[in-house]
C-alpha cells in the first residue's frame, strides 16, 4: 500500500493544486458526505446552499456518497489514501469507531473552540448530546439528524376492529389484546410488526424500561463492556413476540425499514420504527393514523424511563488546514441556528436536537396541528440515567447483525428466546473483544 | 521441417505479452498480495494500531461455528447453482437446437436475461415473491405454500439459488447451442440409420461429444455461484435470514466493508482464494481426464 499511497497522493496533489489554480484564491472549500435520500437529500443541498451564499469565504460542497455503511467505508479509504472529506455523516452504531479513530477525527468541541466559535452543548437535548460526548465530558462530534422509536397505529383499522381509535395501546399487553381483536375481526391481515428490530425491541426497549444492556454504563464508560441483554426482561419480551408471531399477532417483515410499506400500504395495522419514518408515512398512507409513545410493561419498575436515539451525526475529519476548519466551525455554526433547527425537524420527523428548536415549534403551534409528532419528543426530554443514556458498542454494527439474525432464529421457532439471546451476547461479546483488541486507549 | 514461425530477438515475445501481464499483476496480483498481508493483521478502520498477530485472523475463523456454517450454505448453494443452471441449459439448447422454424426467436429470448445485472435479476425475483406484494408469492399462498422467504431461510435459499440459475441460463445456453451445432451431422444421421432413437443418440453421441463445453461450463459456474453472485445475494437477502443465505464472498464483504474488520475479512480472501484455486486446479486434473476432446 506503502508505494500505491504515494503514486495517489502525488495524483491527488497535482489535481488539486490545479483545481485549486482555476477557482478563486481565497475560497476556502470543504467536502461534506452524507447518506440522506429523497427529501431529507434536498433539505441538506438546500442548507449547503443557503450557507455559500450567506457569506464569501467558504464552501461546502455536500455530496451524497450511498447509505451510511458505504458512506462510513468510502471516507476511511479515503483517509487512508490521504484526501477524506472535512466533514463525514455517520450512523449512531459507528460512534465508537469513529471515538477510538485517534488523529483520524479532530473533536468537534476543539474544531469550534479553535476557530473562536461559540459552542455550548448544554443547548443540545441531553439525550442526543450525552450520546456523542466521551468520558472526559468533551462532545466529539456535532449533533444532526437524531431519531427515536415511537409507535405508529391505523386509526381506520382500529375503528372497524371496534377499537377506540384515540386510545392506542399504552402497554404492550395491550398491544396483544388489540391484535387479537384486529385479527378476530378480520381488520387487517397483519397486526403488528416492527422495523429495526434490534434498536426498537431490544435497544430501546431495555432503555424504556431503565434496564441495563451491556455493562459499563451500556459501554459509555469504556471500551470493554460485556452485553447483558439476555437478561429476564428481555427475554420474557423476545419470547411474547415469538408467542405473538406463531398466533400470527406479530408478523416479521425485515430487518430494515421494509416493514414501515406494510404499515403505510395497509396491510399492517400496528407498528414500531423510527420517529423519521413519519414523513415517508404521512406522504403514502391513504388512512387516518396516528403516533403514540412506545408501548413498556407497566409492572417493571421504573418503566417508562426514555427512549434512545438512533440516526447521525456529523464528523470532523483529521489532517485538514486551519482554514477548512475554520469553515467546518461556521457551517455548525449556521446549522445550528434555532430556526433552521426547527424547520429541520418539523420537516423531517427527526428530533429537534437543540431545545430551543423545540421550544421555537412548541411556540409555532407545530404540535397543536400535527398531532403525535411531539411524542418522540416527550420520550427524549427528561433526566437520563446511566441504563437509559444509550448504548454505545465497539463493532456496533456487527453486532446489531449478530442480534438479527439470532432474532430472526427465534421469529421463526429454530430457538428459544432464552437460547437466542444467549447466542447473540456470545458472539457480540465476541465482537466488542476484537475490537477492544485494536481500540486499545 | 519448423514450420512455426519464430521469432528472431528474445525480447519481441515478451514485449507482447508484456500489456496482459501488466493487467494481470496490476488487477490480481497486487490486491491478491494485499489480502495476504492484511490477513497476519489487525488493525482499527482508519489502518492506525497494525498489530502483527500471524495466524490469529485464520484461527478465530476456523473455531467461529458461523463461518463453518457458512461453507456449508456456500457449499450447497454452488452445487445447486451450478447442477440447475447447467442441465436447463442443457435441455433448452437441446430443444432449440431441434427447432427449424422461429429458432431466431427462441435463441433471442433466451439470451436476453444475459443482459440484466446480477442486483436488477434479484430485485425482479424479489417483486415476484415478496410475500405481501408478489404475484408468484400470491399464487404460491392460494395452492396453501405459507410463502415467507423473509423469515424462512430454505425458502430464501430456493429464490436467490433460482435468481442465479436463471440469471446464468443464457450464458450456458449459447455455450451448449454452439457445442451443438458443431457436432457433426453425419454422425448423428449414422446412428439413427443404425437404428438409436435421440434418447440413445443424445446419451452416447451428443453429451460425450459435448463434453469439453460441460467441463468449461462447470467450472465457469463453480466461480460465478462462489463470486459472482454476490449482487444477488445482496440485493435480495443481504444474507439473511439468520444466516441462511450468507455465502463466503457475502460474509467476507459483511465484515470488511460493512463492519471495517480487515483483518478477517483479509483472511477470508485467502481461504477463498484457495479454495478456488484448488477447485480449479482438481477440475482440470481430474475431471479432464474424463472428458474427450
Known sequence: MAHGNSVFRRFLLASTMLAFAASAQAVTEIQFWHAMTGANNDRINDFAKKFNESQKEYKVNAVFKGSYPEAMAGAIAAYRAGSAPAILQVQEVGTATMMSAKGAIKPVQQVMADAGEKFDPKVYVPAVAGYYTNTKGQMLSFPFNSSTTVFFYNKDVFEKAGLDPNRPPATWPEVMAAAAKIKASGAATCAFTTAWQSWVQLESFSAWHNTVFATKENGFGGNDPKLVFNGPLQVRHIGNMQDWAKKGYFTYAGRKTEPESKFYSGECAMLTT???????????????FAVAPLPYYADVAGAPQNTIIGGASLWVMGGKSKDEYKAAAKFFKFLSDPERQAIWHQTTGYLPITLAAYELTKKSGFYEKNPGTDVSVKQMIVKTTDKSRGIRLGNFLQIRDIIDEELENIWSGKKTAKEGLDAAVARGNEQIEKFAKTAKE | MEKRARFRSAWVPYALILPQLAVTLVFFFWPAGQAVYQSVYIQDAFGGNLQFVGLDNFRDLFNDEHYLASFKVTAVFSVLVAGLGLSVSLLLAVFADRIVRGATVYKTLLIWPYAVAPAIAAVLWVFLFNPSIGIAAYWLKRAGVDWNFVLDGDQALMLVVAAAVW?????????????????????????????????????????????????????????YAFIDTFGIIDAATSGGPGQSTEILVYKLYKDGFKGLDLGSSGAQSVILMLILITLTVFQFRFVEKKVHY
Open chain 1, 274 to 288: 423510527s420517529s423519521a419514518a413519519y414523513g415517508t408515512i404521512k406522504q403514502n398512507a391513504k388512512f387516518k
Open chain 2, 167 to 223: 440469471k446464468q441460463i443464457s450464458y450456458n445456453f449459447l455455450f451448449f447451442l454452439a457445442g451443438l451445432q458443431s457436432i457433426p451431422k453425419s454422425l448423428l444421421e449414422a446412428a439413427a440409420i443404425d437404428g438409436a432413437g435421440p434418447v440413445k443418440r443424445f446419451l452416447t453421441i451428443v453429451f460425450p461429444l459435448l463434453s469439453p463445453t460441460t467441463f468449461f461450463l462447470l467450472v465457469i459456474n463453480v466461480v
